[in-house]
Nanobody, 123 residues
Framework: QVQLVESGGGLVQTGGSLRLSCAASGTFFNINLMGWYRQAPGKQRELVATITLGAFESTSYADAVRGRFTISRDNAKNTVNLQMNSLKPDDTAVYYC???????????????WGKGTLVTVSS
């Protein structure tokens, strides 16, 4: 079983900062990639940032957050963080942690999702 638990959401003013964390736990062989997605009311879920957990680190960011958000990893703890700076009202959304998990040596990667943490940016 695999569980993803997000933390760090809350209410901040425009220009403020928050740091989100996501920890993966359970039984699995490997986690290849972790990332953050968000979904605002009435909108589709969208990519925020991703990071590989392998030997060669690679990150990606949505255009809307590049330069303001930073994703980082802790491979030993199977944890990813998202430092969010210069927050805007448009950043208001439920932020979901995502992981591509290989559950066994012969298994392919499967997507797992956390329950989400709410980020609200007031204007």
């Amino acid at each position: 079983q695999v569980q993803l638990v997000e933390s760090g959401g809350g209410l901040v003013q425009t220009g403020g900062s928050l740091r989100l964390s996501c920890a993966a736990s359970g039984t699995f062989f490997n986690i290849n990639l972790m990332g953050w997605y968000r979904q605002a009311p009435g909108k589709q879920r969208e990519l925020v940032a991703t990071i590989t957990l392998g030997a060669f680190e690679s990150t990606s960011y949505a255009d809307a957050v590049r330069g303001r958000f930073t994703i980082s990893r802790d491979n030993a703890k199977n944890t990813v963080n998202l430092q969010m700076n210069s927050l805007k009202p448009d950043d208001t959304a439920v932020y979901y942690c995502n992981a591509v998990v290989q559950q066994g040596l012969l298994s392919g990667g499967m997507d797992y999702w956390g329950k989400g943490t709410l980020v609200t940016v007031s204007s």
